[in-house]
């Protein structure tokens, strides 16, 4: 049977039967010599009868000491015994009444999300277009807008309306001077 070191000198990361047979078995020895002897590896069942040299761990697996929960420190419970480890009575959860509290002084309402960004955007227009034209959209070509010259352009907020205006030009910059603010219940709709 290969060894963990004879494999690393071969530089293979495989492992072959006999070494998982190997540790099947010296997981079943641990185990039954932690319980005294009360659960034996068949003779039958496939497994390896032998175990790997003293002091040469089959891929370096440290032998289990017992049982899982025993292994991973957890206290062994015995659920059929009442008391601490065993069954439990069960009872609904008492929540207390939630409270209205008022908001502290500075702290209160939209004063909470002033910093917060949104994204503005001034739209010019909109059209549709079949993939063949725009396909052929080139230097020089013009675009047809639903909007008529003159007409306000409309102002959103992360993508709702809420305002219109005329386009302006500011320092040598575009800009847009709001002339009509959108009514809340006409965004509400917009939304929907």
């Not at 929540?95 to 008022?102: D, I, N, V």
């Amino acid at each position: 049977m290969a060894t963990a070191k004879g494999r690393a000198a071969k530089g293979s990361q495989e492992i072959d039967q006999d070494e998982i047979e190997a540790l099947f078995a010296q997981a079943a020895a641990a185990t039954s010599a932690d319980t005294g002897g009360e659960q034996e590896a068949s003779a039958g069942s496939g497994l390896g009868e032998t175990e790997p040299p003293v002091g040469e761990g089959v891929l370096g697996v440290v032998p289990l000491a017992g049982s899982w929960d025993a292994a991973l420190g957890a206290p062994e419970v015995d659920l059929d015994m009442p008391g601490p480890g065993g069954p439990a009575s069960v009872s609904p959860v008492q929540f207390a009444p939630l409270r209205a509290e008022p908001a502290a002084a500075g702290a209160a309402g939209i004063d909470l999300l002033l910093d917060v960004s949104l994204q503005v955007t001034a739209e010019l227009g909109r059209t549709e277009l079949d993939i063949r034209e725009i396909l052929a959209l080139g230097p020089g070509s013009v675009i047809e807008l639903e909007r008529l010259a003159g007409e306000p352009v409309d102002i959103l907020v992360n993508g709702t309306l809420i305002a219109r205006g005329e386009v302006v030009v500011v320092d040598e910059k575009f800009g847009v001077r709001v002339t009509e603010v959108v009514p809340p219940a006409k965004r509400v709709m917009s939304l929907g």
